[in-house]
Nanobody, 113 residues
């Protein structure tokens, strides 16, 4: 079981930026995805990075979200720019495709208007 820890969330004003981190041993050997769950909605896919760093995004989020990997730090980042109130959600990382056993606590991102 891969143990991943998300961090970096918080409260930000609309238009701001935020970088989320996903860390865990063994992460370099897995394709990793970022997902989010807004209040009252189902969890959705945001972005993913293959083991070699090839990236893919949810079409509607392309351009504001950037997923990157730091192999030295065993960390996968999600940079979010031009934040909107509708980006408010708990953000999770997991493998791609997601494994039920790998869901962590997530990190809360709240965007104020």
């Amino acid at each position: 079981q891969l143990q991943l820890v998300e961090s970096g969330g918080g409260l930000v004003q609309a238009g701001g930026s935020m970088r989320l981190s996903c860390a865990g041993s063994g992460i370099n050997n897995r394709a990793i995805g970022w997902y989010r769950q807004a209040p009252g909605k189902q969890r959705e896919f945001v972005a993913r990075a293959s083991i070699t760093g090839v990236t893919s995004y949810q079409d509607s989020l392309r351009g504001r979200f950037t997923i990157t990997r730091d192999y030295d730090k065993n960390t996968v980042y999600l940079q979010i720019d031009s934040l909107k109130p509708e980006d408010t959600a708990v953000y999770y990382c997991n493998t791609w495709p997601p494994n039920t056993n790998n869901w962590g606590q997530g990190t809360q991102v709240t965007v104020s208007s």
